[in-house]
């Protein structure tokens, strides 16, 4: 089964930037849907964007669309959340997760449930 292990998480003052990393082993990043999430203290885990297998679809949360960007790099078997625009709001742990089978729609992967495997996640803090 795959590992993931995040990084790139800190402190960053709101309009700044930060560049998340998930380092897949065991398999490819290629080989499975994979996504971001977040958690802020109190709150739920919540959907941020994946990018499917085939690696033509990306999905964000409306939040964060035109700041974040979600991509993968085969060759290092990494997955990437580019974040621009930080905002206070983006406070939280973030984590990556990975689905395995075929494309099942928009709506599942968004949905934390259905992440077959999980990264420990990242501290992001996004000072005013």
């Known amino acids: 089964q795959v590992q993931l292990v995040e990084s790139g998480g800190g402190l960053v003052q709101a309009g700044g930037s930060l560049r998340l990393s998930c380092a897949a082993s065991g398999g490819t990043v290629s080989s499975y849907h994979m996504g971001w999430f977040r958690q802020a203290p109190g709150k739920e885990r919540e959907f941020v964007a994946v990018?499917?297998?085939?690696?033509?679809?990306?999905f964000y949360v409306a939040s964060v669309k035109g700041r974040f960007t979600i991509s993968r790099d085969n060759a290092k078997n990494t997955m990437y959340l580019q974040m621009n625009s930080l905002k206070p709001e983006d406070t939280a742990v973030y984590y990556c997760g990975a689905v395995r089978g075929s494309y099942a729609g928009a709506n599942y992967y968004r949905a934390a449930d259905n992440y077959d495997y999980w990264g420990q996640g990242t501290q992001v803090t996004v000072s005013s």
């Open positions: 990018l499917t297998l085939s690696g033509s679809l990306t």
